[in-house]
């Protein structure tokens, strides 16, 4: 007795015969540039033969001016099909076939130098895929949103191979020379990202450093994926750049870190150094009760940002008086940072605002976790710090020139202001 496996539409379940949104929106002017685009395709791998051989198909080949046969010597023998996929979608087209003499009395299989052998995706549509992944998509959601596009051709295997292609790229940019890049100014900074080593979600620190050219344009130049940010991380990434040809900067804005304060000093000794004003401000409000947090904020502000180096010392002087009789945690902690914490005083006023804080690298750190939030644990360490560096090599975040760039030329003075007693 045989049986029937096959069942009506009627006995399929409701997901498997539902008809799904875009999936009836027929496009007459898709459907017929996509048929347009296999035709355009055929038709120039067929004329790159017929170059190749001088002559078409069917056709003698021509003689030289010599009385000797142009072009290459062989002939075609039929024609293969292949699937390609590119930004017009994925289509099957027939690529021709020829075999080639080598010259030394055997023959080769002749190759399209337009089409790569095992090629299955045009670079235009690698770049799409790659761009969408780094938008803030994980490797599966990039298949569905690309459905439409490539009807389904792509699958997360695909997307992780793509974004592979990009660590050749990524392995030239850690190596290119910063011998002619005039940089004046350096921000540093770490964060914290979770990475997966030995299947185990594991949070490791990225550091990045990012350099102010001479008219004030802001480019990263390194980041580096590190177990944290001790005084030897720092210094491997510092010996790193200045290997590269890196010149000694004339400023540099740190987060206040102990291991990146005792690598400046090896490397750096005497450059004037700016401790970030927003971290410090976090660690006064750690050091206080919650009930004191607004009063805490409103002197520090006050004491910051005043318009002149004398008022800001006039500020600190009171700011210390004050918290070390109301809590003595915050006058010590201000202290501690020392005259660091002031030094955007000996730079003109209008560069003050771009050198009181690491806000520049802030920023990437807050794009960079909102780009990772579909994925909460990346892959390796390798992967985090690369995906890093390709938001900004993609362009999806672009950094403008510092405020205040124009004074640029003028160098750090040599007043600062004095430690408050």
């Known amino acids: 007795m045989t049986s029937t496996t096959t069942k009506s539409a009627n006995d399929l379940p409701d997901a498997e015969t539902s008809v799904y949104l875009f999936d009836d929106w027929f496009d007459p002017i898709e459907a017929g540039l996509r048929e347009r685009v296999r035709g355009f395709l055929e038709t120039m791998f067929r004329t790159e033969l017929d170059a190749v051989l001088a002559r078409p198909r069917y056709g003698r080949q021509a003689a030289a001016s010599d009385g000797s046969d142009a072009g290459v010597a062989g002939h075609r023998h039929g024609s293969r099909t292949r699937t390609l996929t590119g930004t017009f979608g994925s289509t099957e087209i027939t690529v021709p076939r020829a075999r080639i003499d080598a010259g030394d009395g055997t023959r080769r299989e002749w190759k399209s130098k337009a089409l790569r052998a095992y090629q299955r995706r045009t670079k235009a549509a690698d770049a799409l895929i790659a761009s969408t992944y780094l938008a803030g998509t994980n490797t599966r959601r990039v298949r569905r949103a690309l459905a439409a596009v490539f009807g389904g051709a792509i699958g997360k295997d695909t997307v992780s191979r793509v974004w592979r292609k990009v660590q050749t790229d990524w392995e030239a940019w850690n190596k290119r020379s ?80 102990k291991g990146l304060d005792a ?14 004003t927003v971290h410090k401000h976090r660690n006064l409000l750690a050091n206080a009760p919650e009930r004191l947090h607004e009063e805490i904020t409103a002197d520090y502000t006050d004491m910051i940002y ?79 710090a690369m995906l890093f560096w390709a938001l900004m090599a993609s362009g999806q975040i672009i950094m403008r020139k510092i405020d205040g760039w124009q004074t640029l030329a003028i160098k750090p003075g040599d007043q600062h202001v004095e430690l408050a007693a």
């Open 263 to 276: 690598a400046i000093a090896q490397i750096w000794d005497g450059v004037p150094v700016q401790r970030c």
């Open 178 to 257: 910063l011998a002619d890049e005039p940089m004046v100014r350096l921000i540093l900074d770490g964060t914290v990202v979770k990475v997966r080593l030995d299947r185990k979600a594991t949070s490791i620190s990225l550091l990045v450093v990012i350099g102010v050219r001479e008219d004030g344009q802001k480019i990263l130049l390194a980041i580096k994926s590190m177990g944290g940010e001790t005084a030897e991380a720092w210094r491997s990434l510092l010996d790193d750049l200045v290997a590269r040809g890196l010149r000694r900067p004339e400023f540099l804005i740190v987060d206040g870190g």
């Open 306 to 384: 005043a318009e002149t180096p004398h008022e800001i010392e006039d500020r600190r002087r009171k700011f210390v008086a004050k918290w070390r009789l109301r809590h003595r945690a915050v006058a010590d902690s201000l202290e501690e940072a020392g005259d660091r914490l002031f030094t955007f005083t000996r730079l003109p006023p209008s560069q003050w605002k771009s050198a009181r804080t690491t806000n520049a690298i802030e920023r990437l750190h807050e794009e960079f976790k909102r780009r990772i939030k579909t994925q909460t644990v990346l892959p390796s360490a390798e992967t985090a």
